[in-house]
T-cell receptor, first 112, second 114 residues
Framework: TQLLEQSPQFLSIQEGENLTVYCNSS?????LQWYRQEPGEGPVLLVTVVTGGEVKKLKRLTFQFGDARKDSSLHITAAQPGDTGLYLC????????????FGSGTRLQVQP | KAGVTQTPRYLIKTRGQQVTLSCSPISGHRSVSWYQQTPGQGLQFLFE???????NKGNFPGRFSGRQFSNSRSEMNVSTLELGDSALYLC?????????????FGPGTRLTVL
């Protein structure tokens, strides 16, 4: 069982559509990070959220940390082909070992 | 500023052999972490080194080991390779250490065990 469950696992949409990716857990996290990974490369950090209820915007991407710090979401507005990639959430459990735990990932394909 | 570099990029080994992977962090970064990425298990934490000391360790068998040198470069060794060790091995560096800090990943080493 994954500590961090991401949904959906796969998403194929047309350019210009909106989408939301979810990252859920039964554990409380001190912080959550979102990464994007493209084929042949390592993950690249997009954002870190640390406060329950926090909302951060990065151009067309909006990240939210749940009030209870157990979940997070990533919303993309007007998706573009350049948004294609594997989106990963990752966090450190408050009461656990200080290891960064990754979600299973959401593979996004944006068709032109 | 040069990014995290990993060598080699691709490696093919047979069962029972051992392998050593290398990682050079971004200049000034003292923390290096290693991860294993597979389609079935996703990205899993192996260990973290800071100032030549292992600071954190994931749930992997003792066949997986690592070390860090005084210049912050790190190596990871896997002994007695098994088919299930086939994976992308990623190295990440950060300035202060503490793996919940911003991590910069290298491109990875793709290991295939036959």
């Amino acid at each position: 069982t994954q500590l961090l469950e991401q949904s959906p696992q796969f998403l194929s949409i047309q350019e210009g559509e909106n989408l939301t990716v979810y990252c859920n857990s039964s554990s409380v996290f001190s912080s959550l990070q979102w990464y994007r990974q493209e084929p042949g490369e390592g993950p690249v950090l997009l954002v870190t959220v640390v406060t329950g209820g926090e909302v951060k915007k990065l151009k067309r991407l909006t990240f939210q940390f749940g009030d209870a710090r157990k979940d997070s979401s990533l919303h993309i507005t007007a998706a573009q082909p350049g948004d294609t990639g594997l989106y990963l959430c990752a966090g450190v459990v408050i009461a656990g070992r200080r290891a960064l735990t990754f979600g299973s990932g959401t593979r996004l394909q944006v068709q032109p | 500023k040069a990014g995290v570099t990993q060598t080699p990029r691709y490696l093919i080994k047979t069962r029972g052999q051992q392998v050593t992977l290398s990682c050079s962090p971004i200049s000034g970064h003292r923390s290096v972490s290693w991860y294993q990425q597979t389609p079935g298990q996703g990205l899993q934490f192996l260990f973290e080194y800071f100032s030549e000391t292992q600071r954190n360790k994931g749930n992997f068998p003792g066949r997986f080991s690592g070390r860090q040198f005084s210049n912050s470069r790190s190596e990871m060794n896997v002994s007695t390779l098994e088919l299930g060790d086939s994976a992308l091995y990623l190295c990440a560096s950060s300035i202060r250490g503490g793996i919940y800090n911003e991590q910069f990943f290298g491109p990875g080493t793709r290991l295939t065990v036959l």
